[in-house]
């Protein structure tokens, strides 16, 4: 019995003196320098991006009915919410998707001037563009951009009309701004946007069935904030 118990003792003491020395070796090693040439590696930032923006709509005012010589349109600016969702694929190129809703009043000038509000409708125009960022100017950092618009109208109502119908209609995008980055996370945004667009519509007025094209191409300036993940 008394031999076991030594032997026992022993291979304790043996694991522990191990032990013992394996943690001075490991504190060893944390102690010293990195090799010459290793560089920790920082962590990457995630692609994804959003930025929220007070939203300026200032449209072009021209258009015309079909048949109706000095005839024009105008519409009515707004100032609404707008979100917008950045992925990049590169440090300098990102996508981006510009997402908010407004309404235009539609308005007679010209030689139809006399019908006054024609009508009403609110429109949906999501736009996907292709950005350029520049970063070489350290929190500064501008962007140019282009793509393409899908303008959705709805809840269309008639006023002077007795029914007014604008089409769903594509248009181009152009776009250029910055942001000026308070830290890796948050930043303040400017932003300008031109839209191209130039939907066809129907509108009957006093039974008459017309058509013709309303030329928005609408200016979109937008201030905000950014939130890089």
Not at 214 to 223: M, S, T, V
């Amino acid at each position: 019995m008394n031999k076991t118990w030594t032997g026992l003792c022993r291979v304790a003491a043996a694991a522990l003196t191990m032990a013992t020395a394996q943690q001075a070796l490991a504190a060893d090693l944390g102690s010293e320098e990195a090799p010459a040439g290793f560089q920790a590696v920082a962590p990457s930032k995630s692609p994804w991006q959003i930025r929220v923006r007070a939203l300026g709509v200032i449209t072009q005012d021209s258009g015309s009915v079909s048949g109706i010589p000095g005839s024009d349109l105008s519409y009515s600016d707004t100032v609404i919410p707008e979100l917008d969702i950045s992925y990049f694929f590169t440090d300098n190129i990102a996508a981006e998707l510009i997402l908010g809703t407004t309404f235009a009043k539609v308005n007679g000038e010209g030689s139809i001037s006399g019908l006054g509000e024609v009508g009403e409708t609110w429109l949906l125009p999501p736009t996907l563009t292709l950005q350029y960022h520049f970063t070489n100017f350290g929190k500064f950092k501008p962007y140019i951009g282009a793509g393409v618009n899908y303008t959705i109208f709805y809840n269309q109502s008639a006023e002077s009309a007795d029914k007014l119908h604008v089409k769903n209609s594509f248009g181009a995008a152009l776009q250029a701004g910055f942001d000026y980055m308070l830290d890796d996370h948050w930043g303040v945004n400017l932003d300008v946007k031109k839209i191209f667009l130039e939907p066809d519509y129907d509108v009957t007025v006093a039974g008459n069935k017309l058509e013709g094209t309303a030329d928005i191409n609408p200016w979109l300036i937008g201030a905000g904030l950014t939130y890089r993940f």
